[in-house]
């Protein structure tokens, strides 16, 4: 057997099993949206968590390099937490929207591939019943017609779903921000260390 009779024994299993491949995405899908849906419903910016996620980071550099730091290096590293305590909040929105821009841009190609396995078939059971006339291939179209617009009904959904979370994670983003700036003023004015030269003249003495 060549490789064009084996895949064309694979082709005549039809489209049903690209059928339920799209329901078992599409159920994914719903419930993603009702995740995210949840999510940002009950989720609430705290200028405390930003703070606290930040305060972290700063512990951590600090873990990392003991030596006592200047008011210069205290902002860089601070700069560098505010940045990183952000880009943690943006992963937390932004969980599992991926999943539905991918689902929403590859869903209409599986239903076009689901669409060809049907009319393989089709045109395999016509060559088979060539007493049946157009109607054997034209029943075989119309149901392989069915894949791709199954997978039209799964990837709108998807993509009405990612530009609305996606609107509502740039959204929270600006109040991250903001709250981010604040929690660095914050920060900034409660722990703050000595300028360099007066860290070196304590250092001296």
Same mark, same amino acid.
């Given at each position: 057997?060549?490789? %064009?009779?084996?895949?064309?024994?694979?082709t005549l299993h039809g489209a049903g099993w690209v059928l339920w491949l799209l329901v078992a995405l599409s159920v994914?899908?719903?419930?993603?949206?009702?995740?995210?849906?949840?999510?940002?419903?009950? &989720? /609430?910016?705290?200028?405390? #968590?930003?703070?606290?996620?930040?305060?972290?980071?700063? @512990?951590?550099?600090?873990?990392?390099?003991?030596?006592?730091? @200047?008011?210069?290096? $205290?902002?860089?590293?601070? %700069?560098?937490?505010?940045?990183?305590?952000?880009?943690?909040?943006?992963? /937390?929105?932004?969980?599992?929207?991926?999943?539905?821009?991918?689902?929403?841009?590859?869903?209409?190609?599986?239903?076009? $591939?689901?669409?060809?396995? +049907?009319?393989?078939?089709?045109? &395999?059971?016509?060559? &088979?019943?060539?007493?049946? +006339?157009?109607?054997?291939?034209?029943?075989?179209?119309?149901? %392989?017609? #069915?894949?791709?617009?199954?997978?039209?009904? #799964?990837?709108?959904?998807?993509?009405?779903g990612f530009n609305f979370f996606n609107r509502r994670v740039r959204v929270k983003m600006a109040a991250v921000d903001?709250?981010? &700036?604040?929690?660095?003023?914050?920060?900034?004015?409660? @722990? /703050?260390?000595?300028?360099? %030269?007066?860290?070196?003249a304590k250092q001296a003495s």
């Amino acid at each position: 057997m060549n490789l %064009a009779s084996g895949f064309l024994a694979l082709t005549l299993h039809g489209a049903g099993w690209v059928l339920w491949l799209l329901v078992a995405l599409s159920v994914v899908s719903l419930g993603v949206m009702l995740e995210r849906a949840w999510y940002f419903k009950t &989720h /609430r910016l705290e200028s405390a #968590v930003l703070a606290r996620d930040i305060r972290y980071l700063m @512990d951590k550099a600090n873990v990392d390099d003991r030596r006592p730091i @200047d008011c210069e290096v $205290f902002k860089t590293r601070l %700069a560098a937490a505010v940045d990183g305590a952000k880009g943690r909040e943006r992963i /937390r929105l932004e969980r599992n929207l991926s999943f539905l821009a991918t689902l929403g841009s590859n869903a209409p190609f599986i239903g076009l $591939f689901g669409t060809v396995l +049907g009319i393989i078939k089709a045109f &395999h059971d016509l060559s &088979h019943s060539l007493g049946g +006339g157009p109607s054997v291939v034209m029943a075989g179209i119309s149901e %392989a017609l #069915v894949a791709t617009a199954v997978g039209l009904m #799964v990837a709108i959904p998807a993509v009405v779903g990612f530009n609305f979370f996606n609107r509502r994670v740039r959204v929270k983003m600006a109040a991250v921000d903001w709250m981010a &700036h604040l929690a660095q003023a914050e920060i900034e004015a409660a @722990d /703050r260390p000595l300028p360099s %030269a007066v860290l070196r003249a304590k250092q001296a003495s």
